[in-house]
């Protein structure tokens, strides 16, 4: 069974930080997305086939992705947060894709509220 939890939003100004978890079992992490309008889920981070990071352009520089394979969990670092990246976050397994409709299978988290103010 598939089971991914995240944890770690909340709310802070711009320039603040905040670190998201993603726990999971039962799965290969696919990537860290974030919802836009509509329902679409644009993917902001996740790891390249040789383990390094890959960020989208609007958080390169700013977000850092890691895991813990003891522990199961992939955090998103996230510094220097701006208002822009106000957005519920969620962890989803499989093959990530760059833009996808959010929560289309049964293999995304429950998603984490991040709000940053001005």
């Known amino acids: 069974e598939v089971q991914l939890v995240e944890s770690g939003g909340g709310s802070v100004q711009a320039g603040g930080s905040l670190t998201l978890s993603c726990t999971a079992s039962?799965?290969?992490?696919g990537g860290w997305y974030r919802r836009a309008p509509r329902n679409v889920c644009d993917l902001v981070s996740t790891?390249?086939?040789?383990?390094?990071?890959y960020y989208a352009d609007s958080v390169k520089g700013r977000f850092t992705i890691s895991q813990d394979n003891a522990k199961n969990t992939v955090y998103l670092q996230m510094t220097r947060l701006e208002p822009e990246d106000t957005a519920v976050y969620y962890c989803?397994?499989?093959?990530?894709?760059?833009?996808?409709?959010?929560?289309?299978?049964?293999?995304w988290g429950q998603g984490t509220q991040v709000t940053v103010s001005s």
């Open positions: 790891f390249n086939r040789d383990g390094s990071g």
């Open positions: 039962g799965f290969t992490f």
């Open positions: 989803a397994a499989g093959p990530p894709l760059s833009r996808r409709l959010c929560r289309d299978n049964n293999y």
